[in-house]
């Protein structure tokens, strides 16, 4: 029997990416709409979300940008109203938006944490119960998958208020997954390793760090962003419809390692 690759189509689908302007999220986003989904971009800079819908559009694959600060509700549910109404109830989320400040414990204040949490967790969870809702009945399947991180895991000096939030993310992964799956909604983490944006453009331009990093990486290189797309389809996808509250990590082996 033929190996049923329609199970990894996107076809029809309506993918939403937050903080697709730049990054992973970027990459993302055209991995999905190579996949077949219609994207739909989202993040705070117009202009931005301007160049990375082009680079989709480059494909031949539909896409909209849409104006969002996942740290506001307001936003988020203007956000949503405004997709459902004018391009259709979303079939897969992507919470990828993401902020991080690198500083000693002691000098972290409240500004920066709660700036990190509510761009982090407290967004990914009003995207998801946005997303939730919008849906045209009450077993309508929505797949959700928020973008973990290595600190959900592991801790990591200098960057607690970012490691609380995305261990704080899988927390919500698995107790919206529990509570939503009756309600045919999948929720699912990508956890990217090691790979160079520019949130931590600053670390790879240190060759000491990069060499320590390396080290400690079984495959022995950073993560190039076509290395979650795989990953990303496969939860996006009904390939995975029997897989919900689950984490997958794409970090080149380095937990298995440690």
């Given at each position: 029997?033929?190996?049923?690759?329609?199970?990894?189509?996107?076809?029809?689908?309506i993918?939403?990416v937050t903080?697709?302007?730049?990054?992973?999220?970027?990459?993302?986003?055209q991995?999905?709409?190579?996949?077949?989904?219609?994207?739909?971009?989202t993040?705070?800079?117009?202009a931005?979300?301007v160049g990375?819908?082009?680079?989709?559009?480059?494909?031949?694959r539909e896409?909209?940008c849409?104006?969002m600060?996942v740290?506001?509700?307001?936003?988020?549910?203007?956000?949503?109203?405004?997709?459902?109404?004018?391009?259709?109830?979303?079939?897969?989320?992507i919470?990828?938006?993401?902020?991080?400040?690198?500083?000693?414990?002691?000098?972290?204040?409240?500004?920066?944490?709660?700036?990190?949490?509510?761009t982090?967790?407290r967004?990914?969870?009003?995207?998801?119960?946005?997303?939730a809702?919008?849906?045209p009945?009450?077993?309508?399947?929505l797949?959700?998958?928020?973008?973990?991180?290595?600190?959900?895991?592991?801790?990591?000096p200098q960057?607690?208020?970012?490691?609380a939030?995305?261990?704080g993310?899988v927390?919500m992964t698995?107790?919206?997954?529990a509570?939503?799956?009756s309600?045919?909604i999948?929720?699912?983490?990508?956890?990217?390793?090691?790979?160079?944006?520019?949130?931590?453009?600053?670390?790879?331009?240190?060759?000491?760090w990069?060499t320590r990093?390396?080290?400690k990486?079984?495959?022995a290189?950073?993560?190039?962003?076509?290395d979650?797309i795989?990953?990303?389809?496969f939860?996006?996808?009904?390939?995975?419809?029997?897989?919900?509250?689950?984490?997958i990590?794409?970090?080149?082996?380095?937990?298995?390692?440690?």
């Amino acid at each position: 029997m033929a190996f049923p690759t329609d199970l990894f189509s996107l076809e029809g689908k309506i993918a939403l990416v937050t903080g697709a302007t730049r990054g992973i999220g970027r990459h993302l986003a055209q991995g999905l709409a190579n996949a077949g989904a219609r994207t739909v971009l989202t993040g705070r800079d117009s202009a931005a979300l301007v160049g990375s819908a082009e680079a989709i559009r480059g494909i031949g694959r539909e896409v909209r940008c849409v104006v969002m600060d996942v740290s506001s509700v307001a936003s988020i549910h203007a956000a949503f109203a405004h997709v459902t109404e004018t391009i259709g109830p979303i079939d897969v989320l992507i919470n990828n938006a993401g902020v991080e400040t690198i500083r000693p414990s002691l000098e972290v204040d409240e500004e920066t944490w709660d700036r990190i949490q509510d761009t982090n967790l407290r967004g990914a969870f009003f995207c998801s119960q946005a997303a939730a809702s919008a849906r045209p009945s009450a077993q309508s399947a929505l797949s959700i998958i928020n973008v973990c991180s290595l600190t959900s895991q592991v801790g990591v000096p200098q960057a607690v208020p970012y490691g609380a939030s995305k261990s704080g993310l899988v927390g919500m992964t698995r107790a919206l997954a529990a509570e939503w799956a009756s309600m045919n909604i999948r929720v699912n983490g990508l956890g990217p390793g090691y790979f160079r944006t520019q949130m931590t453009e600053s670390f790879y331009r240190d060759p000491a760090w990069r060499t320590r990093m390396l080290d400690k990486i079984p495959m022995a290189r950073f993560g190039e962003h076509d290395d979650l797309i795989g990953a990303t389809v496969f939860l996006a996808s009904n390939a995975s419809a029997y897989v919900t509250g689950q984490v997958i990590y794409v970090d080149g082996g380095y937990l298995a390692s440690i």
